[in-house]
């Protein structure tokens, strides 16, 4: 049995009147039998089905939220646990409203999508950073409503932010590599140059767990306009969890491999008395015998035999064998 894909004279009356301006007219036409409810719909106005269920920026929230603890890692003298929040879709003039007007505002412009971003940090967390940097308690806080920042804690701002915008960066690589520049600090909302109040913004919500204090949060706000070329991009399902093609292990022996060892050639050995020692003047000459390899000692372990050189001109040794008592 096949079904017509026309439209019947009810739908196209309901379609009409919708046009026209009386919707409801249209919806009672064409739901007489009363099995589904059904509200007013404006193409253009869902804009949470731009960006699908937000996946890859979740992904992405969860790696910055862990590259993030580094940054705030100075300050406590531990690594806290900074926990990304489901993103959500508000106007800017709804996010202002509920919001305090004396902020921390660094914003910061977004090469690749042609616009930028907006990094939110309340007064409250500022100071108990400042604080806890400069030896304080981090649970004594006392908060005082005021409308500037002092120049030592401009400098905490400035030191936070360009962190956390390196780790955005880090974390924002496996989708897409975006550049941040001109960043710029403002102190209030009232004045800050970042969108409209009607448009439509996703916040991006990240709760900081503090020793010994109630837990805080700063916010990522990201225009909606901006990511909506990367909407695509944005609903795919990200598999991969390395960053810069190293995986945890690989960056760990990374580490390892970069620590510093003392090497050191040994000529020969003498043993004296513990009375001939203490006999020692200055200018006094002490015989040696240079028997056989010389000694190659990393950090007070023999590795190799070696034999002195020259090389250009300059003083050399040459690796002949292998300790193996130490291999």
Do not use: H
Not at 143 to 165: A, K, P, V
Not at 181 to 208: G, K, M, P
Request: aromatic share 8%; glycine share 6%; charged share 25%.
């Amino acid at each position: 049995m096949s079904t017509s894909s026309k439209l019947s004279k009810p739908e196209v009356d309901a379609l009409i009147a919708g046009l026209d301006g009386d919707a409801a007219a249209g919806v009672d036409a064409t739901l007489a039998s009363g099995e589904k409810r059904v509200r007013d719909f404006k193409f253009g106005s869902d804009d949470l089905s731009l960006l699908g269920d937000y996946y890859a920026l979740r992904v992405i929230n969860e790696r910055f939220a862990r590259f993030s603890r580094g940054v705030f890692q100075p300050m406590l003298r531990v690594q806290p646990r900074v926990t990304a929040l489901n993103p959500s879709v508000t106007t800017f003039e709804d996010y202002s409203f509920s919001s305090e007007p004396f902020m921390s505002l660094t914003l910061a412009r977004i090469e690749m999508l042609r616009g930028n971003l907006m990094m939110v940090i309340s007064p409250e967390l500022i100071s108990k950073l400042t604080n806890a940097y400069y030896g304080g308690n981090l649970g004594i806080v006392k908060i005082l409503r005021r409308s500037e920042f002092t120049s030592t804690e401009d400098r905490i701002i400035e030191i936070i932010t360009d962190g956390l915008i390196e780790a955005l960066d880090v974390a924002w690589s496996e989708l897409i590599k975006l550049e941040f520049s001109e960043v710029s600090r403002e102190e209030n909302l009232q004045f800050v140059s970042f969108v409209e109040d009607a448009e439509q913004i996703i916040c991006c919500t990240f709760e900081i767990q503090l020793p010994g204090t109630e837990a805080a949060s700063f916010d990522v706000l990201y225009p909606l306009q901006t990511l909506k070329p990367i909407a695509a991009q944005l609903r795919s399902r990200m598999q991969s969890d390395s960053v810069d093609s190293l995986s945890w292990t690989e960056r760990l022996q990374n580490a390892v491999f970069n620590v510093p060892l003392s090497c050191t050639a040994r000529l020969t050995s003498v043993d004296r008395s513990m009375a001939q020692v203490l006999q020692f003047q200055v200018d006094d000459i002490l015989p040696i015998t240079i028997n056989g390899p010389l000694e190659l000692v990393v950090e007070e372990r023999e590795f190799f035999e070696a034999e002195l050189g020259d090389v250009g001109g300059t003083l050399a040794i040459s690796l002949l064998k292998q300790n193996l008592k130490n291999k």
